[in-house]
């Protein structure tokens, strides 16, 4: 049997729990504009997640100002604060002490304003793949997100693959993270040898979750990580679950911010 471990440049790009302030503008038509200072519960190199009082629409670009770590910083290594656009992944709406507040997920694509922003700060956009600095890649998108029957979430977890090939009777085991899950399916980065068609042992120990996942598609591409697109055979993910646990990591950030 053979087994690896998560690479350490793979473990530097994970959410990380963190106190950090942040400034978050949002731009509508024309010259509207609206900006918030939130408290970021959970960040990586890709992403990051806090809580707003108002909705944002799941495909826009936004702006974020934070004093970023060094250690998830693609540009301005030595700048106090770091500017970045965002592209809304997720966003869902909680209630703290009788508040609304909306807990948006983004994903950063870097700190340049692509051309369209520029003409139409309302353009939807979608993720196409990710650029050789680590950062997500977008395409403008013709119309507005449309809810799937099973949502995406792009969120990173650790997870254990097991694969089973039967023709060499040996079993492959690695711990790597996912880039984004739904009910149905996930894809993960992986160095195992999985080919499309064969099936895996997925677990995700945080949720206790455990289910046979058969390869759908194997995407390589130079200087990232390989990505597999498996989909459960057996049962379907627990996203009611995520979902509560962004909350509750949004309502724990809401209450330590008013308690300081």
């Known amino acids: ?28 038509s024309g010259d509207e504009a609206w900006k918030e200072i939130t408290k970021v519960t959970t960040v990586s190199r890709n992403g990051a997640g806090f809580s707003l009082t108002r909705e944002c629409k799941v495909g826009r670009l936004i702006t974020i100002v934070l004093p970023m770590p060094a250690e998830y910083r693609v540009y301005d290594l030595e700048a106090d604060l770091y500017p970045v656009m965002a592209i809304v992944q997720n966003c ?21 304003k692509p051309v369209s922003f520029r003409n139409d700060p309302t353009q939807n956009y979608r993720i196409d793949g990710m650029q050789t600095n680590g950062m997500w890649k977008v395409v403008e998108a013709d119309k ?45 980065e992986s160095d195992l040898d999985a080919q499309v068609g064969d099936k895996v042992k997925f677990k995700c120990a945080e949720f206790g979750f455990f289910s046979l996942a058969v390869v759908r598609s194997r995407k390589v591409k130079p200087d990232l990580p390989t990505t597999l697109h498996l989909e459960f055979i057996d049962t379907l993910f627990p996203t009611n679950s995520l979902v509560r646990k962004m909350q509750e990591i949004a309502q724990s950030a809401e209450r330590a911010s008013d308690q300081v």
């Open 1 to 28: 049997m053979s087994s690896t471990q998560p690479k350490e440049e793979s473990r530097n790009t994970w959410r990380k729990d963190i106190d950090l302030e942040a400034i978050v503008q949002v731009k509508e």
């Open 92 to 112: 869902y709406k909680t209630t703290v002490e009788g508040k609304d507040l909306f807990h948006v997920g983004v994903g950063f694509i870097g700190k340049d």
């Open 144 to 188: 507005p997100f449309k809810m799937r029957a099973h949502t995406r979430f792009w969120q990173r977890m650790e997870v254990t693959l097991t694969l089973l090939q039967s023709d060499t009777k040996t079993i492959s085991k690695e711990t790597t993270f996912t880039q984004n899950v739904s009910a149905k399916g996930v894809s993960v």
